[in-house]
């Protein structure tokens, strides 16, 4: 049975034999994107028309970097699984168009510090504002570094207006990568549930206007496992569809008394007096949990304006089910929709390959499947 090298070099000869004479760059045929993290970092290969090939994971992040105060441990870690990936997969540097890099690998703790661009930008900004980084003991081609995206100038901040600056890396490829895939072409908010929520405001021309952030899975693993509450919840997160009336009393004791710890101690509460089913206790956590990231939409100044737009949300689940859910009650949004993706597709790895392609229309790079 001829092996997948075999039939890889085979499919290769293929192509140069067709491509001869073309003024075309397809002997290069994939695209490594990499999504580092702070707790860990993923490296995946695509074709050049999008499909994920493979992935690798590593349990490593800029967290590292920070506590071993250098980055040596990070560069290991990324090198291990570039190796790993294209050795396993039978593909030379060669064939390797480019490799990209967003998220936090490119903050002071990662491999190569890349300042933020600021509010709005959009594709092309992106794109124009990568940069390209030759790290010989880390990959045997220069890495394109993604900047990522803050609100505002550092100077014009002050106690004053802290409340509108953020800023975000990894989160920005992401977003492009909703607005690409679901075609939008109008004022959206995107919410990205997580460890560190992102909200971000896009136009009706694709750019990212402001983000905001709030640490909900934070605040939610701390609750869970950490807390006087966590005895109420059996010290785990939901793993299915929560139960909605209790998901959504949790919501409305926090919005009602704008007491966010004294929601959180009703869970103990009803755990003891009212039902210590888990699920329906964990559900009232969850509600009270959720009801920030609601009031900070509903609040902030930078969102003026996209309270009546259409929401679109993709990231863990049941938070992203559990939050659409809310934002469909109390609030008058055009249209909410959870956005799923297949397992080990990542967005982060769809934003690169877009910007990659911006570049390439910038350059004036022509691919095969395009014509001569």
């Known amino acids: 049975m001829e092996s997948h090298c075999t039939k890889q070099k085979a499919h290769m000869v293929d192509i140069r034999r067709q491509t001869a004479g073309k003024r075309v760059v397809d002997e290069k045929k994939y695209i490594i994107t990499i999504d580092g993290g702070t707790t860990n970092t993923r490296v995946y290969l695509w074709t050049k028309d999008g499909i994920n090939i493979d992935s690798r994971s590593d349990g490593t992040g800029v967290r590292d970097t920070a506590a071993d105060g250098n980055n040596q441990r990070l560069k290991n870690a990324v090198r291990e699984m570039l190796t790993s990936l294209t050795q396993e997969n039978g593909i030379a540097w060669e064939t390797v168009e480019a490799v990209y890099a967003s998220g936090m690998i490119t903050s002071d703790v990662g491999l190569f510090e890349l300042p933020?661009?600021?509010?709005?930008?959009?594709?092309?900004?992106?794109?124009?504002?990568?940069?390209?980084?030759?790290?010989?003991?880390?990959?045997?081609?220069?890495?394109?570094?993604?900047?990522?995206?803050?609100?505002?100038?550092?100077?014009?901040?002050?106690?004053?207006?802290?409340?509108?600056?953020?800023?975000?890396?990894?989160?920005?490829?992401?977003?492009?990568?909703?607005l690409s895939d679901w075609k939008i072409r109008e004022p959206a908010l995107l919410i990205l549930p997580g460890s560190h929520t992102k909200m971000i405001a896009a136009d009706s021309a694709g750019r990212l206007l402001c983000c905001l952030t709030s640490m909900t899975g934070e605040i939610l693993e701390l609750l869970t496992k950490h807390s006087i509450v966590a005895g109420a919840?059996?010290?785990?997160?939901?793993?299915?569809?929560?139960?909605?009336?209790?998901?959504?009393?949790?919501?409305?004791?926090?919005?009602?008394?704008?007491?966010?710890?004294?929601?959180?101690?009703?869970?103990?509460?009803?755990?003891?007096?009212?039902?210590?089913?888990?699920?329906?206790?964990?559900?009232?956590?969850?509600?009270?949990?959720?009801?920030?990231?609601?009031?900070?939409?509903?609040?902030?100044?930078?969102?003026?304006?996209?309270?009546?737009?259409r929401v679109l949300i993709a990231g863990k689940e049941p938070l992203s089910s559990a939050l659409a859910y809310l934002l469909e009650q109390d609030n008058e949004f055009k249209e909410v929709s959870v956005l799923s993706y297949e397992k080990n597709v990542p967005l982060s790895g769809k934003g690169a390959l877009l910007i990659h392609e911006e570049r390439n229309r910038r350059n004036g790079i022509i691919r095969q499947d395009q014509g001569e």
Do not use: W
């Open 116 to 178: 933020h661009l600021i509010a709005p930008a959009g594709l092309k900004d992106f794109s124009q504002g990568v940069k390209t980084v030759l790290l010989e003991e880390v990959c045997p081609k220069p890495v394109c570094f993604i900047p990522g995206l803050k609100n505002r100038k550092d100077e014009e901040i002050s106690l004053d207006n802290l409340a509108d600056m953020d800023m975000m890396r990894g989160e920005e490829v992401e977003a492009l990568a909703l």
């Open 233 to 309: 919840v059996d010290r785990e997160y939901l793993k299915e569809s929560p139960d909605k009336e209790y998901l959504l009393a949790g919501y409305r004791y926090a919005r009602d008394t704008g007491s966010f710890g004294r929601t959180a101690f009703l869970t103990r509460i009803s755990s003891q007096f009212v039902s210590g089913e888990i699920k329906k206790c964990a559900s009232f956590l969850l509600g009270a949990v959720l009801e920030n990231d609601v009031a900070a939409i509903e609040s902030s100044q930078m969102f003026q304006g996209f309270q009546k737009s």
